[in-house]
């Protein structure tokens, strides 16, 4: 009894049966680049022919990325993939991983078997790229003497930020480039440039081909200072773009891209001097800030200022307390005269002497009263008087200590003198004039 499945599981098995074949999987094939649809994700989609037959073919955003030209409708290409079945629509296509222009033979196959061998090292990770120096002094140039390369990159750097040029010619086209490129390298380093520019004019792959061999390429990466690849035109890459530092466009914008403009340069100064004086004028406003609030808490006279206005504030607090006291007591007698005016000696004898009493004890709580607060504001006067003979300079100098200024200025620190200089002691009953000898300053 036949098999019954559905056409999902049918589709899929015919996946697994191409996966598994050999003879459609890691195969170039020769054919037409035709219907080129290019979408946003990265992916092209398009039909691979010859005069006898076409199939339907994908490149995927990720191998777009390994190819270093444009493919174009009705180009004619080389494309190494393999054949996929595309379950849901039942439709089988050439899956391209790399692609090359049809014609360009052995050269491009050894291009390529190097550019992976060299990636699969991490040679071409951004990771072990360095940095340009900022404003670099000597620019080495790997190219030929003849060439109109060094003539650019002269006339480019006449406008830019100045630095010395030290030319290494090289052969950079047939028979012995390669080996003249690695030598003018290494040369550059023994020199100790600060940036090398490896380059040359556009050309064929057959002309560029020097810069596209494995001891170049191992030459940049082992190269003490950093490597700007500036080889052919825009379009042209090489293996010494790919493990290069930098990779310039043209040897024209290698040179721009390692020195700055001067207009650049000079906007950039201004603007940090101004930042810089901004941010030293707050500097000195905080710290000119900080010196008053400490000389105003150690002045002298501000303490003595503070002490005599509480002193007065005590003076006003017992002369209202003796007023209030009196005020008391004087009433408290006019009460008894009243009192005492009415009631008839007899009678009012005892009454008296209980107001009598009551007044005495009066005065007596008050008299108590106002010598304790007296007492209190005394012990208060008494304290304020301690601090300020604490901040007194001139208490300090009587125990055996001097103080040093310059202009009128304590000294605190080292910093503030300088030798030879002079300077004025205060001791506790004069002061005198010196001159600095040396100084040392503690650790």
């Known amino acids: 009894m036949a098999e019954t499945v559905t056409v999902t599981q049918l589709n899929s098995r015919v996946k697994t049966i191409l996966g598994n074949s050999p003879a459609v999987r890691d195969i170039w094939v020769n054919g037409e680049i035709s219907n080129l649809k290019r979408y946003p994700s990265g992916h092209y989609y398009f039909t691979l022919k010859d005069p006898g037959s ?20 009705n180009m004619k290409v080389s494309a190494f993939g393999s054949v996929d079945m595309y379950v849901q629509r039942g439709a089988y296509q050439f899956v391209v991983e790399s692609m090359r222009p049809a014609g360009v033979g052995d050269l491009y196959l050894a291009f390529e078997a190097l ?8 040679l071409f990770e951004q990771s072990r790229k360095r940095s340009l120096p900022r404003y ?78 494995e001891p170049v390429a191992r030459a940049i990466v082992a190269s003490e200072a950093p490597v700007v690849s500036a080889v052919g035109h825009e379009t042209d890459f090489t293996i010494a773009d790919f493990v290069a ?26 603007t940090d001097m101004a930042r810089a004086s901004r941010a030293l ?18 002045s002298p006279e501000k303490a003595l200022d503070d002490l005599s206005m509480k002193s007065m504030a005590l003076d006003d ?45 009066l005065c007596s709580r008050a008299e108590s009263a106002t010598v304790r607060r007296m007492e209190g504001s005394g012990a208060r006067l008494e304290s304020l008087s301690g601090r300020l003979d604490s901040l007194n300079p001139m208490n300090v100098l009587s125990r055996g200590y001097g103080m040093v200024t310059l202009d009128g200025t304590a000294i605190t620190s080292v910093d503030d003198i300088e030798v030879g200089g002079m300077v004025r002691i205060h001791l506790r009953d004069g002061s005198a004039a010196a001159q600095i000898k040396e100084k040392e300053k503690d650790d």
Do not use: C
């Open 281 to 298: 004028s707050g500097s000195l406003d905080r710290m000119r800030h900080r010196f008053e609030v400490l000389d105003a808490r150690l």
């Open 54 to 73: 076409e199939i339907r073919s994908v490149m995927f955003a990720h191998s777009r990325q390994r190819i270093d030209f444009e493919p174009k409708e």
């Open 136 to 213: 670099p002094r000597t620019i080495g140039v790997v190219t030929s003497e003849k060439g109109a390369v060094i003539h650019d990159i002269i006339t480019t750097s006449a406008s830019r930020f100045p630095a010395d040029i030290i030319l290494a010619p090289a052969l950079v086209q047939g028979e012995g480039a390669a080996d003249s490129i690695v030598a003018g390298i290494r040369l550059l380093n023994r020199i100790g440039v600060d940036v090398i520019i490896v380059g040359r004019g556009g050309g064929s792959l057959e002309d560029l081909w020097a810069f596209n061999e």
């Open 317 to 361: 607090l017992m002369n209202r307390s003796q007023n209030a006291l009196n005020g008391k007591v004087g009433d408290m007698r006019r009460r008894y005269e009243v009192v005492n005016a009415k009631l008839s000696p007899v009678a009012g004898l005892s009454r008296i002497d209980v107001l009598r009493g009551r007044v005495d004890g």
């Open 115 to 122: 550019k992976k061998k060299l990636e699969a090292e991490g």
């Open 245 to 270: 530092d930098v990779r310039a466009p043209t040897p024209t914008g290698a040179a721009a891209i390692i020195l700055r403009d001067r207009t650049e340069i000079m906007n950039q100064v201004v």
